[in-house]
């Protein structure tokens, strides 16, 4: 079983939708949650971090952890073209500063 | 706003050949890695670098990689004997040392390697 695992996409959405993109994760040691947003040529850039489980809001997103189940989502309200990219959750055992393992990233597009 | 800056954007090289990637980190930082993305592929964990020294490394930085941080400011990551398998975008990071947020790693633009 792979350590992370993301739903492969890609994803297409109207714009206005509501988006959800999960990962789930086989090594229960991972304690510190994380998405990055990467669009094209780019590097990775940090939108959520959560420590431990619960719900964290920032805006429009919403990032969820639930240890117990072992998986994580990102939810995004009101979609905007410029939220079309590629999402990536990251998790690590030790802390954010410590090596990240990535899942495979899903592509979003959002349709005007 | 302070980012994260590599050089070069692209590179091509000869298999066999050494390759240096370079990265200078955001100012204030003092947790550097090293991280790379095969086409197609997950973000890879290469290697972390704090005070000097290297923290943690994957399976993947084997003996032909090293990380040096020759100065105050840039942090490199060498490729001593190319082989075609190392072709890839590298991304360089940098984070605080400080808990919570001021943890998250802030990455680099990546440099693309291409090893013909």
């Known amino acids: 079983q792979k350590e992370v695992e993301q739903d492969p996409g890609p994803l297409s959405v109207p714009e206005g939708a509501i988006v959800s993109l999960n990962c789930t994760y086989s090594?229960?040691?991972?304690?510190?949650f994380m998405w990055y947003r990467q669009y094209s040529r780019k590097g990775p850039e940090l939108l959520m971090y959560?420590?431990?489980?619960g719900n964290k809001e920032d805006g429009r997103f919403t990032a969820q952890v639930d240890k117990s189940s072992k998986y994580i989502s990102l939810f995004i309200r009101d979609s905007q073209p410029s939220d079309s990219a590629t999402y990536l959750c990251?998790?690590?055992?030790?802390?954010?500063?410590?090596?990240?393992?990535f899942g495979k990233g899903i592509t979003l597009s959002v349709r005007p | 706003e302070p980012e994260v800056t590599q050089t070069p954007s692209h590179q091509v090289t000869q298999m066999g050949q050494e390759v240096i990637l370079r990265c200078v980190p955001i100012?204030?930082?003092?947790?550097f890695y090293w991280y790379r993305q095969i086409l197609g592929q997950k973000v890879e964990f290469l290697v972390s670098?704090?005070?000097?020294?290297?923290?943690?490394k994957s399976e993947i930085f084997d003996d032909q990689f090293s990380v040096e941080r020759p100065d105050g400011s840039n942090f490199t990551l060498k490729i001593r004997s190319t082989k075609l398998e190392d072709s890839a975008m590298y991304f360089c990071?940098?984070?605080?040392?400080?808990?919570?947020?001021?943890?998250?790693?802030?990455f680099g633009p990546g440099t693309r390697l291409l090893v013909l």
């Open positions: 100012s204030n930082h003092l947790y």
């Open positions: 990071a940098s984070s605080e040392r400080l808990g919570g947020f001021q943890e998250t790693q802030y």
């Open positions: 090594n229960s040691a991972f304690q510190y």
């Open positions: 959560t420590y431990s489980s």
């Open positions: 990251a998790m690590s055992a030790t802390g954010a500063n410590s090596k990240l393992t």
């Open positions: 670098f704090y005070n000097n020294e290297i923290s943690e």
